[in-house]
């Protein structure tokens, strides 16, 4: 099973068995762990005809770092949306698009974090660059409580190339700068949107950040100067979907 990845946690692996059941080849539970979390992951997977294991906790300790919660998965490798595939979302979408671009998050706590916030709030998929980015691993999916099994990521060569082609799909692209003039309390977000996040720290880069149609920032009152991204996003987030009356 050397070519297999490791999902670990009660939430992403439930999501799994939930959502890609022919991923999970194998599943791995601590013994002597018995709560209700546990037992429905064993019947989930048996009732999947997924082949379960008790082992000792402290072999899933030697072989996870990070809180497996007594659980561990063995599943095939992720699957990361194409650019091409953005077309054939964006025309099955009955509603107006509400996408996620983040630009250069390269830590995977805060891409699992985006991920969680994106799934409540509706998004239709996520948008990273190849390069410069995290990517899908257990951490992200351990952070992200089982959405990144649910929300599309989609992985392109150019990101300006693709926010550029969204525009020509009529979609608008709202760019987070804490320079610019609207507070994103005072823009207009109710149609066709992608909401672009910049890298921590860096912010977006120049090409995205010409390739947007405006910039939006949220108010900050006190003495930091900006908040954590995937906190910034779930803010940003949910005053769209606060405009959009849902």
């Given at each position: 099973?050397?070519?297999?990845?490791?999902?670990?946690?009660?939430?992403?692996?439930?999501?799994?068995?939930?959502?890609?059941?022919?991923?999970?080849?194998?599943?791995?539970?601590?013994?002597?762990?018995?709560?209700?979390?546990?037992?429905?992951?064993?019947?989930?997977?048996?009732?999947?005809?997924?082949?379960?294991?008790?082992?000792?906790?402290?072999?899933?300790?030697?072989?996870?770092?990070g809180?497996?919660?007594?659980?561990?998965?063995?599943?095939?490798?992720?699957?990361?949306?194409g650019?091409?595939?953005?077309d054939?979302?964006?025309?099955?979408?009955?509603?107006?698009a509400?996408?996620?671009?983040?630009?250069g998050?390269?830590d995977?706590?805060?891409?699992?974090a985006?991920?969680?916030?994106?799934?409540?709030?509706?998004?239709?998929?996520?948008?990273?660059?190849?390069?410069?980015?995290?990517?899908l691993?257990?951490?992200?999916?351990?952070?992200?409580?089982?959405?990144?099994?649910?929300?599309?990521?989609?992985?392109?060569?150019?990101?300006?190339?693709?926010l550029?082609?969204?525009?020509?799909?009529?979609?608008?692209i709202?760019?987070?700068?804490?320079?610019?003039?609207?507070?994103?309390?005072?823009?207009?977000?109710?149609?066709?949107l992608?909401?672009?996040?910049g890298?921590?720290?860096?912010?977006?880069?120049?090409?995205?950040?010409?390739?947007c149609?405006?910039?939006?920032?949220?108010?900050?009152?006190?003495?930091?100067?900006?908040?954590?991204?995937?906190?910034?996003?779930?803010?940003?987030?949910?005053?769209?979907?606060r405009?959009?009356?849902v």
């Amino acid at each position: 099973m050397n070519d297999l990845e490791q999902v670990y946690g009660i939430h992403a692996v439930s999501a799994l068995l939930t959502h890609h059941p022919k991923r999970v080849k194998q599943l791995l539970l601590a013994k002597g762990r018995q709560d209700v979390s546990i037992e429905a992951l064993r019947e989930q997977a048996q009732a999947a005809r997924i082949e379960v294991r008790d082992i000792e906790r402290r072999e899933l300790d030697e072989k996870i770092e990070g809180v497996h919660q007594g659980v561990l998965a063995m599943v095939s490798p992720s699957q990361i949306w194409g650019e091409a595939m953005l077309d054939e979302l964006l025309d099955r979408i009955g509603e107006p698009a509400l996408l996620l671009v983040l630009d250069g998050v390269t830590d995977p706590h805060n891409l699992g974090a985006c991920l969680r916030t994106a799934d409540a709030a509706g998004v239709h998929a996520v948008i990273i660059p190849k390069d410069k980015s995290a990517t899908l691993n257990a951490t992200v999916r351990k952070v992200a409580c089982g959405a990144a099994e649910v929300v599309p990521l989609v992985a392109v060569t150019n990101l300006s190339r693709t926010l550029q082609h969204l525009q020509k799909k009529g979609v608008w692209i709202a760019g987070t700068a804490g320079e610019a003039e609207a507070s994103i309390y005072q823009q207009d977000l109710s149609g066709p949107l992608a909401l672009v996040m910049g890298a921590e720290g860096k912010g977006m880069r120049r090409l995205t950040r010409e390739n947007c149609d405006y910039l939006v920032k949220l108010p900050m009152l006190g003495s930091v100067s900006s908040l954590n991204v995937s906190v910034a996003t779930g803010v940003c987030l949910f005053e769209i979907r606060r405009q959009r009356g849902v």
